[in-house]
């Protein structure tokens, strides 16, 4: 499968929903109960970008094939230099390398702004259900992310109680004196890193 990794654009919001909307209704990966509007989305996107990358994986023909995105860690200045990480795959195009290529390129432009930590908040279950397994998690250590916290019965979706868990990862050295981090819109106006 040939496909490029390019920065999301608010018109996207459409097919990236098609893309995320079985997350919402059939899985509890997302812990989100009602499939977001058009508008809403393309909202998050804007909002995202001001800030971070949003990345998506499109194919030769145009189809978006899934999404990769930062978001804030926390709002304190202190936390700057650490986000948060979220990726969905279009279903039919998962354990295709489709999520590493995204994961890649979001950690390339991360690095580039400046971030040195990057933590995934992730559903987990008790027992893998029908709307749950252990992939995300199992995706995420394959990408060298390790976990350091479980928070137990903290989501409720479908009738069942789900735990969530953090990985981390760091992807540049700590320093006594830390430069400052750059919006994603700072980092593209010096280089095109797609």
């Known amino acids: 499968m040939s496909y490029h990794i390019r920065v999301a654009r608010e018109e996207d919001a459409a097919a990236l929903l098609e893309i995320y909307a079985p997350y919402v209704?059939?899985?509890?990966?997302?812990?989100?109960?009602?499939v977001p509007s058009a508008e809403e989305f393309a909202g998050r996107i804007r909002h995202?970008?001001?800030r971070y990358p949003y990345l998506v994986a499109e194919d030769e023909s145009g189809e978006l094939l899934g999404y990769?995105?930062?978001?804030?860690?926390?709002?304190?200045?202190?936390?700057?230099?650490?986000?948060?990480?979220?990726?969905?795959?279009?279903k039919t195009g998962r354990r295709q390398g489709i999520g590493r290529a995204l994961?890649?390129?979001?950690?390339?432009a991360l690095r580039a702004q400046g971030i040195l930590n990057?933590?995934?908040?992730?559903?987990?279950?008790?027992?893998?259900?029908?709307?749950?397994?252990?992939?995300?998690v199992r995706f995420h250590e394959h990408l060298g992310y390790t976990m350091v916290g479980r928070f137990h019965a903290c989501g409720y979706k479908f009738n069942t109680w789900y735990d969530m868990v953090w990985l981390e990862k760091s992807i540049a050295p700590h320093l006594t004196h830390q430069p400052p981090?750059?919006?994603?819109?700072?980092?593209?106006r010096g280089r095109p890193l797609l």
């Open 25 to 34: 209704l059939e899985t509890a990966i997302t812990f989100e109960y009602d």
């Open 48 to 50: 995202t970008l001001e």
């Open 68 to 90: 990769a995105y930062a978001s804030l860690f926390h709002a304190r200045p202190a936390y700057d230099w650490a986000v948060e990480t979220s990726i969905y795959v279009r």
């Open 103 to 108: 994961y890649q390129a979001l950690e390339d």
């Open 118 to 136: 990057l933590n995934a908040c992730v559903a987990y279950p008790a027992e893998e259900d029908a709307h749950l397994t252990c992939d995300s």
């Open 181 to 188: 981090m750059k919006t994603f819109q700072e980092v593209l």
